[in-house]
Structure formats: structure tokens, C-alpha cells
């Protein structure tokens, strides 16, 4: 296990990040509804795939590990990049997201609690790496993750 700083997480590291402390993996049978029996998965760990055309180059992405392996297949999960599903997990969450003029980024806040007090933030690039920054500061106790 190794610890990274929240503020710092992209990529596979922050998709996989959001997924641990989410628990994600038992609500993936929502995002990929197959024919097979058994639809659920176990975890998720990162893997190389290869990727482009005429590059083919090896991108680490984040896929979930299926319970079965005979009835379901291993699915990508993106949540920082891919809006089918970051978006859910953004409106489950009630994660507000907004630009910030000053550097260009994207901020976002969520309420930890009803009444409003002990929000958490996160900043990014783009909206969606913001929101899965946020929903990884609201989970954890401090600004540090540990993730293998």
C-alpha cells in the first residue's frame, strides 16, 4: 500500500482511488448491465491496456474485477474522465462543480453533513477530475489516500 495526497490524484490513480473509497464496485452492475447471471463485481485494480491506432502505446486505466470471471467480464471504470460515469456519481453525491476564473480549473464542493457544515473541495484541470478529487476528500479522514 502507498499513500498519495488527494490534491495530486489523475488518471488511474484517481479512478481507482474513487472506487476504493467509494465501495464502487457494488453498484457497478447499475453502469454495466449484461445478459450474464451474475453481474457483480469484487474490486478494482489497475491494469495496462494498449491503446491507439497507429501508436499503440500502454495506458494505465482502472478496470473492475468481476466475482465471476465466467459470467462477466472485466469493465473499465473512468469516472475522472468519462462523464456516463462520473456524472451519476456527481448528482448521488450532490457535488457542486463551478470554474474558477483565476487559473482556468474547475473547483468542487460537497457538504459532508446535512447542516452544511465541513465542506470538502477539490480542484482540477477539468470538472470531472475536480468532482472524483472531491468525492475522495469526502471519504477519507485527512488529504491522504492509501491505495496499492
Not at 77 to 101: A, D, H, K, M, Y
Not at 117 to 129: F, N, S, V
Request: neutral net charge.
Amino acid at each position: 500500500m502507498s499513500t498519495y495526497k488527494v490534491s495530486k490524484l489523475e488518471g488511474a490513480l484517481l479512478d481507482l482511488a474513487v472506487c476504493q473509497v467509494g465501495r464502487l464496485w457494488e453498484m457497478a452492475h447499475l453502469y454495466f448491465q449484461t445478459m450474464t447471471l451474475d453481474p457483480t463485481f469484487n474490486g478494482a485494480k489497475i491494469v495496462e491496456l494498449e491503446r491507439g491506432y497507429l501508436e499503440r502505446k500502454m495506458v494505465a486505466v482502472c478496470m473492475l474485477q468481476p466475482r465471476n470471471p465466467f459470467r462477466q467480464d472485466p469493465q473499465e471504470f473512468s469516472p475522472s474522465t468519462q462523464w456516463c460515469f462520473g456524472g451519476p456519481l456527481i448528482e448521488s453525491e450532490r457535488i457542486n462543480v463551478f470554474p474558477r476564473v483565476a487559473d482556468a480549473g474547475w473547483s468542487a464542493q460537497k457538504f459532508v453533513d446535512q447542516f452544511g457544515a465541513m465542506p470538502t473541495y477539490g480542484y482540477g484541470g477539468t470538472a470531472l477530475i475536480a468532482a472524483m478529487r472531491c468525492f475522495v476528500a469526502s471519504k477519507v479522514i485527512g488529504n491522504e489516500v492509501e491505495l496499492p
